[in-house]
């Protein structure tokens, strides 16, 4: 579903340029789940502009289906780091706010009351965000950007303001979310945790400039629950080889 084709990029400014990114080469197969790890500044989020169409490579491509990206599409959804839910909008009105931009029909915003009541959040609809916690807030979220019915997800890092406890609840719902509605995603993260519980594969990135560093296939953990992949023996065989990798102990 997704390529990208030894793509690079490198930030002008009048004083200097800087290579954020070089060479990044992967694929997506449609019904993936995949995550992005790295360590700050290696260009994670920066590729998930780049596939959202807000900004351009100076070398290589991003192809969706084929077709080249070159701007913001409605066949991607954006679920950023916060919850950017609207406090003086009740819940209904800040999920179907796409919608409403978008100038949307009947049939989806019939959708989105469907997405919001089989995900148990139809009844605190005429609620503020504010009345949520912060776990019901990025549910609500993700269903925001669900009903406008992008195929590809992209999770910047969407579960890093939660609290620990929270964040891998909430992480597994959301997994569990789009694995049900059969979407595609790609996750940024920092959590190495997360990633091995929730992803199909892991592509770890090195910085200066960012580049992929490896990427591991899941296939023996794919189809185990994140509880189960917990007491798996690979899921500690990966996170050492992945802990090393990033450096986090100071070599690799």
């Known amino acids: 579903m997704l390529k990208l084709e030894h793509v690079g990029l490198i930030y002008q400014t009048p004083e200097m340029e800087k290579e954020a990114v070089r060479d990044i080469c992967f694929e997506i197969e449609e019904g993936e789940f995949v995550s992005l790890v790295g360590p700050s500044g290696c260009g994670k989020s920066t590729i998930l502009y780049m596939i959202a169409g807000l900004e351009h490579p100076t070398t290589g491509r991003i192809l969706l289906k084929g077709t080249p990206i070159s701007a913001p599409s409605a066949e991607i959804g954006y679920m950023p780091q916060q919850d950017q839910l609207f406090p003086w909008r009740n819940i ?3 999920v179907t706010l796409g919608l409403e931009i978008q100038k949307k029909g009947k ?19 005429s609620m503020t965000p504010a009345q949520l916690s912060g776990g019901m807030r990025q549910r ?4 925001r950007t669900l009903v ?3 195929e590809f997800l ?7 303001a939660l609290d620990y406890q929270t964040r891998i609840a909430v992480s597994i719902d959301t997994r569990d979310i789009i694995k ?16 091995l519980m929730l992803s199909d594969r892991i592509i770890v ?9 490896a990427i591991h296939d899941l296939t023996q953990m794919k189809d185990l629950t994140p509880e189960q992949r917990l007491e798996h023996p690979e899921y500690q065989v990966l996170l050492k080889k992945i802990w090393k990798e990033l450096g986090i102990n100071g070599q690799k």
């Open 92 to 94: 209904f009105s800040n």
């Open 107 to 125: 049939r989806y915003y019939d959708r989105a009351r469907e997405l919001m009541d089989k995900y148990g959040v139809l009844d605190v609809a």
């Open 140 to 143: 609500c979220s993700l269903i």
């Open 148 to 150: 406008t019915d992008p």
């Open 154 to 160: 992209l999770l910047d890092e969407s579960f890093s």
């Open 180 to 195: 049900s509605e059969h979407k595609t995603a790609l996750l940024v993260t920092h959590d190495i945790s997360e990633s």
């Open 205 to 213: 990135m090195d910085k200066n400039p960012g580049k992929i560093y």
